[in-house]
Every structure is written in structure tokens, then in C-alpha cells.
């Protein structure tokens, strides 16, 4: 008896343990970690009359979808618009001009974060093939509503400066319709704009750059930095918020100097200098916000160091 029992215990083992293999990490790493996303501005170039509620662009409805989306998915310590409009108010960019690769890596350093994400809705709209069907005494229209929602999606490495996607994302969706025009290009509020097919669309082509920045994210290890050193104490801006743990021990370096490609100009890294280790004591500060770590080898730490795993 003992021995039947055995074979289907094994098989359970077996299913759990591949069942954890294949689940995904995303945005985490290893340790828990969330990684640092800002969403920087979504243009609109795409010809349309869409307005959302509060006479959004169609650009900033699509932005604050993906936002949503990504604050959803628990995966990631999304910075706030607030603190995005501040820098690039303070730094002193145009925040009616585009967003170019440069500008997402210099804001991004700013920001603190990994990962930068812009793009530019390049389709948002509706196409039509009615005709005129006619029944005994009436005069009936039927046809194929097809809404297309377009992306031109960048993704880029705040830490390397490298492109990591640039792609265009386009989804569509058809509904039949019979002698009604479900046109609309006004949504007054988000349930009249998630029941049309053009809302659909979007929602389709938002969950294709989610897929995308998961993809990203993996590639890119976490990382923190220095806030401020205080009585033998090193902060960083990194907390419980983002799955650092009480006990984690990490080490500090500081950017050396620049590795800039002598052809073209593109800037390859920096030679860092190791400055020490720390370890996490207090996970808590600013709100889960900010950590707390006490020195295990090292000195000299200055605020911006950057933090890496060990």
C-alpha cells in the first residue's frame, strides 16, 4: 500500500516543482526586487478626434493606461507623474517637444530608475464598410466597424543607454454593426470608453507593451542609490516598497570614468570604482520608500553612489 501511495506523491512533487520553474519573475529579480519604471510622455500623431474625459490627448489617455496597466501588475515601483513633471520642469525640457532616447536616459538618471518608457500613438480610429441591405419595405445598413490603435514604443536602459525595444505595436477590432453608428469621438467617462471597440482596441494594444517592458525588465539587473550618509548610516532609495529585505547585503560603487565609442560618440558605460558593502537593517524608512544600512566594509560613500547586488 505504502508503495502505491509513493508514485503519485512523487508525481505532485514533480508538477509543483516544474509549475514554479516555468512561473515568471517579470520585473522582479531574484531577491523580490521591483524594478524603477518612468513612463515619460505619449505623443499623438494620429489625425484623430478622440478626447478622453477631461480633454485628455488621445497621447496622454494612452499613457495613463499603460501607467494603470504596470501599477496593476505589482511587478514594478512606477515613479508618479508629479515627480516626472518636476524634474523635467527643473532640468528645465520642453515638456511640449518629443521625448528622444537622450532626453529619456538623462531624465530617467534623474528619476532614478532602470527602465524609461515613451512613445508615440501613430493610429487611434475607426474604418467602415457599410452597405445597404434591402428587406421588403425597409432600408437597412449593415456592416463592419474596425477600430486600429497604434503604438510606436521605445524602451530604453537608463543605466546603458541602450534602445531596448523600438516597435510598432497595432491591434485592432471589429464589431458588426446593424443600422446603428456606434461611432464616438468623445468618452465622457472610462466605462462609455471601455464598451466602444476602439477602447478595445486600446486595451489590447496596452496589454502587447506590457508584454514588452516584462520582457525588457529581465534583461536589466536591479539597482539602487545613496540618498544621504548620516551617523555611520548609508540610505538608499531603495525600501520594503520594492521588496528590499531586512538583511540584504549589497555593494556600493561609484561611476568612474565614461566609456564613450570614438566613432560614434555613443556612450558605452563608465569604469566603476567598488567604494564597499552594505547591509539592510531597516527596510521601513520614508514610507517603505528608503532603506537603511549599516557599513560592513568600506568608506568615503557619498550620495548617487550606486547600488548593486553583490
Known amino acids: 500500500m505504502l508503495h502505491l501511495l509513493k508514485r503519485p506523491l512523487l508525481f505532485l512533487s514533480l508538477l509543483s516543482f516544474s509549475l514554479a520553474l516555468s512561473l515568471p519573475l517579470h520585473a522582479q529579480d531574484k531577491g523580490g ?106 432600408n437597412v445598413k449593415v456592416g463592419n466597424n474596425k477600430a486600429t490603435v497604434a503604438v510606436d514604443l521605445r524602451i530604453v536602459s537608463v543605466t546603458t543607454g541602450e534602445i531596448l525595444t523600438a516597435e510598432d505595436v497595432r491591434e485592432e477590432k471589429t464589431a458588426t454593426s446593424l443600422g446603428v453608428d456606434t461611432r464616438k469621438y468623445d468618452f465622457n467617462d472610462q466605462k462609455s470608453f471601455d464598451q466602444s471597440i476602439v477602447g478595445k482596441a486600446a486595451r489590447k494594444a496596452v496589454e502587447s507593451v506590457i508584454k514588452l517592458i516584462d520582457k525588457d525588465a529581465e534583461r536589466i539587473p536591479w539597482q539602487a542609490k545613496v540618498v544621504i550618509t548620516q551617523e555611520g548610516k548609508i540610505y538608499i532609495n531603495s525600501g520594503v516598497v520594492d521588496g528590499v529585505k531586512v538583511g540584504d547585503v549589497f555593494t556600493v560603487y561609484r561611476p568612474g570614468q565614461k566609456l564613450i565609442d570614438p566613432d560614434t560618440g555613443i556612450e558605452l558605460g563608465a569604469i566603476d570604482k567598488k567604494v564597499g558593502t552594505i547591509k539592510v537593517v531597516d527596510n521601513q524608512a520614508a514610507e517603505g520608500k528608503v532603506a537603511i544600512c549599516e557599513i560592513i566594509t568600506g568608506e568615503g560613500f557619498e550620495r548617487g553612489d550606486v547600488v548593486k547586488e553583490k
Open 33 to 138: 526586487r521591483k524594478k524603477r519604471i518612468a513612463v515619460l510622455r505619449f505623443d499623438d500623431r494620429s489625425s484623430s478626434n478622440f478626447r478622453w474625459a477631461s480633454y485628455k490627448t488621445v497621447g496622454e489617455g494612452v499613457m495613463e493606461m499603460v501607467i494603470t496597466e504596470l501599477v496593476k501588475t505589482g511587478n514594478y515601483s512606477v515613479m508618479e507623474r508629479s515627480e516626472i513633471d518636476a524634474i523635467i520642469q527643473e532640468q528645465g525640457f520642453q515638456q511640449s517637444g518629443m521625448v528622444t532616447e537622450e532626453t529619456a536616459v538623462e531624465v530617467g538618471k534623474l528619476l532614478g530608475v532602470e527602465l524609461a518608457v515613451f512613445g508615440t500613438v501613430t493610429e487611434f480610429g475607426y474604418t467602415n464598410n457599410r452597405k445597404n441591405v434591402r428587406v421588403p419595405g425597409v
